[in-house]
């Protein structure tokens, strides 16, 4: 059973332009959300969170939405920049984050020059 | 100065036999975690520790058994290995249980295949 789902395997995107990814999830007691970036032969990185109590959180380039009702979140990055090009996962938790995360698949995001 | 390593990096074996990963931080986090992930790509726990005690422990076989020394240390014993075990396990760590405001530190991975 897939609670968090990232629909979209790969995203193109031109620099300078607006990256969104997209990420549902079906579990209503999920409460904290994450983003995690990873680039090839390397564990994934922070970048960026979101609790239930917030419909928006920005941190510099990077915006991360979350609507509740349609238990939907998504990253926006702009502008985009090829140091962009990576993995982004989406993550979520119960409990404010002290239960265990649930992952997505993934979306990998290519910035093109 | 890497915050979270994992040896070795890449792991390749024979069915059957027995291996360890080994984890190591420098955070000074007192919880840390395995994760796996698979061949469709999904990053799954396995295993968390806090303090050296056992807080997590998922639907894994019992041919992996977690061992924390201290809690900068945490390895991966996997013994009599089968092909289903080839993939990527990640080691990482966080302050608390990696609630609000304490994300989590990954290493880089090891990449297990089994031959």
Same mark, same amino acid.
Do not use: K, R, W, Y
């Given at each position: 059973d897939q609670q968090v789902k990232q629909n979209s395997p790969s995203l193109s995107v031109q620099e300078g332009r607006i990256s969104i990814l997209n990420c549902d999830y079906?579990?209503?007691?999920?409460d904290y959300f994450l983003w995690y970036k990873k680039y090839p032969a390397e564990g994934p990185t922070f970048l960026i969170s979101i609790s239930s109590i917030k419909d928006k959180n920005e941190d510099g380039r990077f915006t991360v939405f979350l609507n509740k009702s349609a238990k939907h979140l998504s990253l926006h990055i702009v $502008?985009?920049? $090829?140091?962009?090009?990576a993995v982004y996962f989406c993550a979520a938790s119960a409990n404010f984050g002290n239960e265990k995360l649930t992952f997505g698949t993934g979306t990998r995001l290519t910035i093109i020059p | 100065d890497t915050a979270v390593s994992q040896t070795p990096k890449y792991l390749v074996t024979q069915m059957g036999n027995d291996k360890s990963i080994k984890c190591e931080q420098? =955070? /000074?986090?007192d919880t840390m975690y395995w994760y796996k992930q698979d061949s469709k790509k999904f990053l799954k726990i396995m295993f968390s520790y806090n303090n050296k005690e056992l807080i997590i422990n998922e639907?894994?076989?019992?041919r992996f058994s977690p061992k924390s020394p201290d809690k900068a240390h945490l390895n991966l014993h996997i013994n009599s =290995?089968? =092909? /289903?075990?080839s993939a990527v396990y990640f080691c990482a760590s966080s302050q608390g249980e990696g609630g609000y405001n304490s994300p989590l530190h990954f290493g880089n991975g090891t990449r297990l295949t089994v031959t």
């Open positions: 079906t579990n209503s007691m999920f $502008p985009s920049q $090829p140091g962009d090009s | 420098n =955070l /000074g986090h639907t894994v076989p019992n =290995l089968e =092909l /289903g075990d």
